[in-house]
Structure formats: C-alpha cells, structure tokens
C-alpha cells in the first residue's frame, strides 16, 4: 500500500485546522488532519509556519516532520509506534504535555519548547540531538522508555535564545495567522491574510524583498484589537517587482511588541507578459490597441522625430480597447508607446 498523508504550503503561515493549508493524497482522505491522527494516514510533513489551538495525537504508524514552525496551543502525543520528527532548522512549540507512549520514536535536530511536563513511558525513545530541547515543567521516563540527550529549562531559553523565548513567553500568540497568500494580477500583486484571533493588536505591516533579507514597506492596515473572531485583509502592491518577489506580514501591538508572519515567495511574470497590439496596422482614420486587464495605463504616439502627437491615459479593467481617430495625422511612420506602472512597450504605426 502507497504513503498516504499531508503536506503543508511552503513558504506560508497558515492553520492546521484550515484546508488552505494543506495538501493531501489521496484527495478521499479529509481535508485536514484533524487531532487525532491514525488510520490510513501515514504521514504529515509541516512546511512553513503551522499553529494548531487545541490537541494533536499521533495514532499507529504516524510520522510527522516538522521543517518549519509548528505551534501546537495544547498537548502533543506520540504513541502507537508513530513518529515525530524536528528536522535541522525546524522549530516545535507545545504550550501543555508532550506524551510519548506506545513504542514511538521522537528525534529532534531542530529545536523543541514544552511549556508544560515532559513524559515518557511503554518502549518509547526521545533523542535530543542538539542542545535546544527545553522542558518548563519536569521530563521523566518510565516503562522501558529511553530520553537521551540534554533537556534544558526555561531559565536556559530564556539565555540561549530571547527570540524564541519572546514568542513562547507569553502563551496565547497576540495575532493567530490563518494564513497569508499572494497572488500575481498582471500590473499588481494582491496580498491577502486572515486571523483567527487577536490580542492588543494596533495594526499591519505589509513588507516586500527581492532577495528575501531586505524588505521595505508596502502599506500599512490597522488591526483589530482584541478579537476571537475571524478578521480578514487586503492590500494591493502596485508597484509589485516582476519576477521572484518575498512578502511577510509584521504585526505590532499597542505597546510596540511586533512579530512577523512566515515569508511567502511568489514569481511576477504577468507584468512582463505585457504585449502591444495594434489594429489596423496600417490605419487609415481610426486604431485601436489592446488594453485589456491592464489596469491603469498611457497611451502615446509620437512621429519618427520623436514629437508627442498624442497622449492618454486609459483603464483597462472598464475599457478593453483604446480607440484612436488618426484621420488628422500626416501619413507616414510613428511610434505608440504604452506604459503600465511597471513596464513600458513600443510599436510602429504606419498611418496610409
């Protein structure tokens, strides 16, 4: 029988308990993986930024691989001979217990926070292949169980690493992210996200990179305080860069606390798709040129001596042609140029 399971987005921030997030084979299983995990699952692969409220279990044979950042607000079970995996780079964050039971198997390079008690009983093994395993309350084994490894305490995280230390602290994250997505809308980039709940939250930052480290700012969106209710948002990036782009959300408290969402990539190509098309060609009295879903632009013809004879600007999302009367221009060659906010194409007109 095949490997059946979930894979996460990438490069997203997003729920365990939205399908958004996740993607699934086969499709017949449920759109998400639930809190109780077994049966004909055999795998969950945590990509990018995943924060679950509540509880997981890991049932009979389960391996879950955690790349990126899983926030599980609950307990987290290890047991019927299943697996957990925090790779190189990967962070697990658990608010309550880690239960490991059942002969199951627990490995961390990365890095693991529980907030609560640590145990381990009936065969079970956790190896801690690093120096950043940190235990709040107490790690104990019993029952043929094996905890090998150094298991540091709070007071150790709080040293070693502040920032990881900030964003597990405080318990209840200030803003619970659903998700951030965006979505290339050839002259822009639509920017969109979703909370769950929010906590003195002020407001939004919407920060761009073309390389991924260094970002500015895009545009800013108030929050919604405090709320238990899904909020949702939108910007539109209209001077979005063409080709591979990053983009995170920072959130910032009334008190000037900040935290950012995971980085999501996209790849902008649309706005270098943009074509000229130019009918009839040649033209007698009247041409046209195709704007269509270009979103705001200016059309300009000029003579082959480099002279403006006209200039307009047009909206291609209400206009799908511009319609030009040419039966006042001497004939002979010209020039129409046509700019959107990000890019500019040229083509001859040959006027009869």
Same mark, same amino acid.
């Given at each position: 029988?095949?490997?059946?399971g979930?894979?996460?987005n990438?490069?997203?921030?997003?729920?365990?308990?939205?399908?958004?997030t996740w +993607?699934?084979s086969p499709l017949?299983?449920?759109?998400?993986?639930?809190?109780n995990?077994?049966?004909?699952?055999?795998?969950?692969?945590s990509y990018?930024?995943?924060?679950?409220s509540?509880n997981?279990?890991?049932?009979?044979?389960?391996?879950?691989?955690?790349?990126d950042?899983?926030l599980?607000?609950?307990?987290?079970?290890?047991?019927g001979?299943?697996?957990?995996?925090?790779?190189?780079g990967?962070v697990?964050?658990?608010t309550g +217990?880690?239960?490991?039971?059942?002969?199951?198997?627990s490995?961390?390079?990365g890095k693991i926070?529980?907030?609560?008690?640590l145990?381990?009983?009936?065969?079970?093994?956790i190896s801690?292949?690093t120096?950043?395993f940190?235990?709040?309350?107490t790690a104990t084994?019993?029952?043929?169980?094996?905890?090998?490894?150094?298991?540091?305490?709070?007071?150790?995280?709080?040293?070693?690493d502040?920032?990881l230390?900030?964003l597990?602290?405080g318990g209840?994250?200030?803003?619970?992210?659903?998700?951030?997505?965006?979505?290339a809308?050839?002259?822009?980039v639509v920017?969109?996200?979703?909370?769950?709940s929010?906590?003195? @939250?002020?407001?939004?930052t919407v920060?761009r990179?073309?390389?991924?480290?260094?970002f500015?700012t895009?545009?800013?969106v108030?929050g919604?305080?405090?709320s238990?209710?899904?909020?949702?948002y939108?910007?539109?990036?209209?001077?979005?860069?063409?080709g591979?782009?990053?983009?995170?959300v920072?959130?910032?408290?009334?008190?000037?606390?900040?935290?950012?969402?995971?980085?999501?990539?996209?790849v902008?190509?649309?706005?270098?798709?943009?074509?000229?098309?130019?009918?009839?060609?040649?033209?007698v009295?009247?041409?046209k040129i195709?704007i269509?879903?270009?979103?705001?632009?200016?059309v300009?013809?000029?003579?082959i001596?480099?002279?403006?004879v006209?200039s307009?600007?047009f909206?291609?999302?209400?206009?799908?042609?511009a319609q030009?009367?040419?039966?006042?221009?001497?004939?002979?060659?010209?020039y129409? @140029?046509?700019k959107?906010?990000?890019?500019?194409v040229?083509?001859?007109?040959l006027?009869?």
């Open positions: 029988m095949g490997q059946s979930y894979t996460s990438d490069n997203y921030t997003g729920s365990w308990d939205d399908a958004a +993607n699934r017949s299983l449920p759109v998400t993986p639930g809190s995990i077994g049966g004909s699952v055999t795998y969950i692969n990018g930024r995943v924060t679950r509540g997981i279990k890991l049932g009979s044979n389960v391996v879950l691989t955690v790349y950042t899983l599980v607000d609950g307990n987290v079970e290890v047991s001979q299943s697996s957990l995996i925090v790779e190189s990967g697990l964050v658990i +217990n880690f239960i490991a039971s059942g002969g199951s198997v490995t961390n390079d926070v529980v907030q609560g008690d145990n381990a009983s009936g065969s079970s093994s801690n292949n120096n950043d940190y235990v709040y309350g084994g019993s029952g043929g169980s094996s905890l090998t490894g150094t298991y540091s305490d709070e007071a150790a995280l709080s040293s070693n502040s920032g230390y900030t597990v602290s209840t994250l200030p803003v619970e992210f659903l998700y951030v997505k965006a979505t809308s050839f002259d822009k920017i969109k996200w979703a909370t769950a929010e906590l003195n @939250n002020d407001f939004f920060e990179s073309k390389d991924g480290v260094n500015e895009v545009a800013s108030n919604a305080g405090t238990e209710k899904v909020n949702n939108e910007i539109d990036d209209n001077n979005a860069y063409s591979t782009s990053y983009y995170r920072k959130q910032t408290d009334y008190d000037g606390q900040f935290e950012y969402s995971g980085m999501i990539t996209i902008n190509n649309s706005v270098a798709d943009v074509q000229l098309n130019i009918y009839p060609n040649p033209a009295d009247q041409v195709d269509s879903r270009l979103g705001s632009v200016k300009e013809i000029m003579d001596n480099g002279v403006s006209y307009e600007e909206n291609g999302e209400f206009t799908s042609a030009i009367d040419v039966t006042s221009f001497p004939k002979g060659m010209y129409v @140029n046509l959107t906010r990000s890019h500019a040229s083509k001859n007109l006027i009869k």
